[in-house]
């Protein structure tokens, strides 16, 4: 309950053998960084072998180890290794859809009487159109013809990710035993991709949360991972705190947490795509994580992330990427870190990286963000505001490579990197946060060393203070007679706040301790404190 994972992107965390693409080996080296970190758990975004049309989430074979990766000798050494270091490794699971490369699909689709058939969806068309109008979540129809069999399937995202049939039991069983075969391997857990999909009743276009999705959930659960001390963590767009309960109510037995992404959305116009901007009003930011914090309390468990590899950069998105991105970066973390759940971090959000510094819609490599700028520019959406929306929300902001140090390719590979490296990589870096005491890097570092010594942010009650406040969110923590204050100025202008006492500092990011009096405090540009109160 007080671990903290630590997210990487495979792809762009860190090369060995100077192919410009990430690596196991390249892992392996930087665990001794991570143990400094003080992480706990690693999520490791996927690396089955894959035709990589959607950078791994498109799997053709759930056995094995992408070559580009390496080999699963090299799986098996880092999943030792990291026992070395006391640390976990959770994978991706990839189970809504395979890669149309897996052989499962090469099968069925040959013919309808394919003892693989039935493991994906397929429908007659209407005329010679799809059997109606679900819309895949990268842009355009849901179901593509396939020509040997003059029928449908379905797929959510690409046509190259056909959608798995979750009603079919044989195919349900292959998942448990595959599931299984990675647990008999030593791994600490799971993360589960979309899987609130896996419910979908295609014919009534229900995506999400359908009605089976929970019992499935529970099947696994008894089949693979049931009796053993597993993280899972679900990947569910489409949750509301109630939903959220089903999956981690531990009674249930079913996860021990999920992604929501409610917060996700409240910069972009109601009703319309992410991609269609609009500025963060910090009110609604308190509404939704206070509705996730007080609506969990007690039945399941939040897990906390500002970040990963589908959203941008936090400091860029809702930091200041310029004069203040070391006080903002750390703001943004103390807020995250001072709440209920279990708080991850994505890669290089530990350094304040940035935004990609991509100047063109070409520069951009992601096979969603290639679609939607695709669409957008065939309906007369002006140039500059795809490109705008991209810088903003396109995925490769997260996915460029880490940034180790100032030498050529920020040290990530010393070949040509597969995704440009961030020109700040100079001043950016894991070198230089390391060598400064000050840096975000050890801000993260004392932030996840609380959740070890401080029993009240594990476990304490949250309320929040001042909602409609615009520019400052301040909530309390309070287990028994114990009750910690965390202040964030969310904005560069200084703001004032008054709290009738006076509090002891844990943690500031202007590095301030000692005592301090709240009756007339001014917060400087993106201040934030965890404070202790005196017991009550
Ligand atoms: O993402 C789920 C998902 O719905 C994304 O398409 C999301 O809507 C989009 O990235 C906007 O942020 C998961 C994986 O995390 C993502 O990388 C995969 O592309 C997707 O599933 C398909 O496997
Ligand atoms: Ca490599």
Same mark, same amino acid.
């Given at each position: 309950?007080?671990?903290?994972?630590?997210? /990487?992107?495979?792809?762009?965390?860190?090369?060995s053998?100077?192919?410009? !693409?990430?690596?196991?080996?390249? &892992?392996?080296?930087?665990?001794?960084?991570?143990?400094?970190?003080?992480?706990?758990?690693?999520?490791?975004?996927?690396?089955?072998?894959?035709?990589?049309?959607?950078?791994?989430?498109?799997?053709?074979?759930?056995?094995?180890?992408?070559?580009?990766?390496?080999?699963?000798?090299?799986?098996?050494? *880092?999943?030792?290794?990291?026992?070395n270091? @006391?640390?976990?490794?959770? !994978?991706?699971?990839?189970?809504?859809?395979?890669?149309?490369?897996?052989?499962w699909?090469?099968?069925?689709?040959?013919?309808?009487?394919?003892?693989?058939?039935?493991?994906? /969806?397929?429908?007659?068309?209407?005329?010679?159109?799809?059997?109606?109008?679900?819309?895949?979540?990268?842009?355009g129809?849901?179901?593509?013809?396939?020509?040997?069999?003059?029928?449908?399937?379905?797929?959510?995202y690409?046509?190259?990710?056909?959608?798995?049939?979750?009603?079919?039991?044989?195919?349900?069983?292959?998942?448990?035993?595959?599931?299984?075969?990675?647990?008999?391997?030593?791994?600490? %857990?799971?993360?589960?991709?979309?899987?609130?999909?896996?419910?979908?009743?295609?014919?009534?276009? /229900? $995506?999400?949360?359908?009605?089976?999705?929970?019992?499935?959930?529970?099947?696994?659960?008894?089949?693979?991972?049931?009796?053993?001390?597993?993280?899972?963590? %679900?990947?569910?767009?489409?949750?509301?705190?109630?939903?959220?309960?089903?999956?981690?109510?531990?009674?249930?037995?079913?996860?021990?947490?999920?992604?929501?992404?409610?917060?996700?959305?409240?910069?972009?116009?109601?009703?319309?795509?992410?991609?269609?901007?609009?500025?963060?009003?910090?009110?609604?930011?308190?509404?939704?994580?206070?509705?996730?914090?007080?609506?969990?309390?007690?039945?399941?468990?939040?897990?906390?992330?500002?970040?990963?590899?589908?959203?941008?950069?936090?400091?860029?998105?809702?930091?200041?990427? %310029?004069?203040y991105? !070391?006080?903002?970066?750390?703001?943004?973390?103390t807020? *995250?870190?001072?709440?209920?759940?279990?708080?991850?971090?994505?890669?290089?959000?530990?350094?304040?990286?940035?935004?990609a510094?991509?100047?063109?819609?070409?520069?951009? $490599?992601?096979?969603?963000?290639?679609?939607?700028?695709?669409?957008?520019?065939?309906?007369?959406e002006?140039?500059?505001?795809?490109l705008?929306?991209?810088?903003?929300?396109?995925?490769?902001?997260?996915?460029?490579?880490?940034?180790?140090?100032?030498?050529?390719?920020?040290?990530?590979?010393?070949?040509?990197?597969? *995704?440009?490296?961030?020109?700040?990589?100079?001043?950016?870096?894991?070198?230089?946060?390391?060598?400064? $005491?000050?840096? &975000?890097?050890?801000?993260?570092?004392?932030?996840?060393?609380?959740? $070890?010594?401080?029993?009240?942010l594990?476990?304490? /009650?949250?309320?929040?203070?001042?909602?409609?406040?615009?520019?400052?969110?301040?909530?309390?923590?309070?287990?028994?007679?114990?009750?910690?204050?965390?202040?964030?100025?969310?904005?560069?202008?200084?703001?004032?706040?008054?709290?009738?006492a006076?509090?002891?500092?844990?943690?500031? @990011?202007?590095?301030? @301790?000692?005592?301090i009096? *709240?009756?007339?405090?001014?917060?400087?540009?993106?201040?934030?404190?965890?404070?202790?109160?005196?017991?009550?």
């Amino acid at each position: 309950m007080n671990s903290v994972v630590y997210q /990487i992107y495979p792809k762009s965390f860190k090369d060995s053998n100077g192919d410009g !693409i990430g690596d196991i080996k390249g &892992i392996q080296e930087k665990l001794p960084y991570l143990e400094k970190l003080g992480i706990d758990v690693l999520w490791i975004s996927p690396m089955y072998p894959s035709p990589g049309v959607d950078n791994g989430y498109d799997v053709s074979d759930y056995y094995g180890i992408d070559p580009m990766y390496g080999t699963m000798e090299d799986m098996k050494n *880092l999943i030792r290794e990291c026992e070395n270091h @006391n640390i976990k490794i959770i !994978i991706d699971l990839v189970v809504n859809h395979t890669s149309d490369e897996h052989e499962w699909f090469i099968e069925a689709k040959t013919s309808k009487n394919s003892t693989y058939r039935d493991y994906y /969806i397929w429908r007659k068309g209407v005329g010679n159109q799809p059997p109606n109008d679900l819309e895949s979540n990268f842009g355009g129809s849901a179901w593509e013809y396939s020509e040997e069999t003059e029928e449908y399937y379905l797929h959510f995202y690409s046509k190259k990710q056909p959608d798995l049939n979750w009603e079919n039991p044989n195919m349900r069983n292959e998942i448990w035993k595959m599931m299984n075969f990675w647990i008999d391997l030593g791994i600490g %857990g799971f993360r589960m991709d979309v899987i609130d999909l896996i419910g979908k009743q295609p014919d009534q276009k /229900i $995506k999400e949360n359908g009605p089976k999705l929970h019992d499935y959930l529970q099947e696994m659960n008894a089949k693979t991972f049931g009796n053993s001390d597993l993280l899972t963590v %679900g990947e569910c767009w489409g949750a509301t705190p109630e939903i959220a309960t089903l999956y981690s109510a531990p009674e249930r037995k079913e996860l021990s947490m999920i992604f929501q992404f409610e917060q996700i959305n409240l910069d972009k116009i109601a009703g319309k795509q992410r991609w269609d901007l609009k500025p963060l009003y910090l009110p609604d930011l308190k509404r939704v994580f206070s509705k996730w914090q007080t609506e969990m309390e007690g039945k399941g468990w939040n897990s906390l992330f500002w970040s990963n590899h589908d959203l941008p950069r936090i400091v860029s998105r809702w930091g200041n990427a %310029g004069k203040y991105r !070391i006080e903002s970066a750390k703001m943004l973390a103390t807020l *995250l870190h001072g709440m209920k759940g279990t708080p991850y971090i994505f890669q290089g959000e530990e350094l304040g990286m940035t935004n990609a510094d991509f100047n063109s819609i070409a520069d951009f $490599k992601d096979i969603e963000s290639r679609h939607m700028a695709k669409l957008r520019l065939e309906k007369g959406e002006p140039k500059e505001i795809v490109l705008a929306a991209l810088k903003k929300k396109a995925r490769d902001n997260a996915r460029t490579p880490m940034q180790w140090d100032d030498s050529y390719a920020a040290g990530f590979t010393s070949g040509t990197p597969w *995704l440009p490296v961030n020109k700040n990589y100079i001043t950016i870096n894991a070198k230089q946060s390391l060598d400064d $005491k000050q840096s &975000i890097f050890y801000y993260y570092q004392s932030l996840i060393k609380l959740r $070890k010594t401080e029993e009240t942010l594990v476990h304490g /009650i949250y309320e929040l203070l001042l909602p409609n406040d615009e520019n400052i969110y301040a909530y309390t923590r309070s287990l028994g007679t114990e009750k910690l204050l965390i202040i964030c100025n969310f904005y560069e202008t200084e703001q004032s706040f008054s709290y009738n006492a006076s509090a002891e500092i844990i943690l500031s @990011n202007y590095n301030k @301790n000692g005592i301090i009096n *709240l009756k007339q405090l001014v917060l400087a540009p993106y201040e934030s404190f965890i404070l202790r109160l005196p017991n009550n």
